[in-house]
């Protein structure tokens, strides 16, 4: 019995490792604080309405146009800059929540985790849900969150939260959740299809 006692243990030591964080200071959390603030501006600055009208607008000369691509690598390189900040401090403190950092911080962990990659939304979700169950974040962030990896694994979204923006030549924009269908609305209207979704 025993025995089996000391194998559950050393199983879970790994989880239980990753889910405690360390203590932090008050002015450490300040800090924090203002670089979460940062990185949030530093995240929406190219994903205001304006410039997703434009990013939309772009799909008209193609998705590989120079015109497309620019705004594109910008919004990576911003993303990837963004990443290499947050990780260690997710990494060391966990997912902080409204009582600690405020709103806006805690909101723009949500954001940029949203905007990276499966690999990472799936390693920092469960910190996430944790979060939101102890009501320090956004509920409907973490709705988005979860249909963001379903829509990149390529399986029904459970909120529908995700659109593939479809241009139309006359101005107007329509929305599916479906990427399967927004390809072929693409091609209908003569555009280039895409393999992911224009996402603030």
């Known amino acids: 019995m025993r025995k089996h006692l000391l194998c559950g243990y050393f199983i879970l030591l790994p989880w239980y490792g990753y889910m405690q964080t360390t203590t932090i200071d008050s002015a450490t959390l300040q800090t924090i604080k203002a670089k979460l603030e940062h990185l949030s501006d530093m995240d929406q600055q190219y994903r205001t309405i304006s410039n997703l009208n434009k990013l939309n ?52 962990i949500f954001y940029i985790i949203h905007h990276s990659n499966n690999e990472l939304r799936l390693k920092y979700i469960p910190l996430m849900r944790a979060s939101v169950a102890k009501g320090e974040s956004n509920r409907t962030h973490l709705e988005w969150m979860e249909d963001r990896i379903l829509l990149y694994q390529d399986k029904p979204q459970k909120y529908g939260t995700q659109p593939y923006n479809v241009p139309r030549k006359d101005g107007s924009i329509d929305f599916y959740t479906d990427r399967h269908r927004a390809n072929e609305e693409l091609l209908k209207e003569g555009l280039d299809t895409t393999p992911s979704p224009l996402l603030k």
């Not at 120079?66 to 966990?94: F, H, M, V, W």
């Open 57 to 108: 607008s772009l799909r008209k000369f193609g998705l590989h146009s120079t015109e497309y691509t620019a705004i594109q690598n910008l919004i990576a390189s911003n993303d990837s800059s963004d990443q290499r900040e947050i990780i260690p401090i997710l990494d060391k403190y966990g997912w902080l929540g409204q009582s600690e950092v405020g709103e806006k911080a805690n909101e723009s």
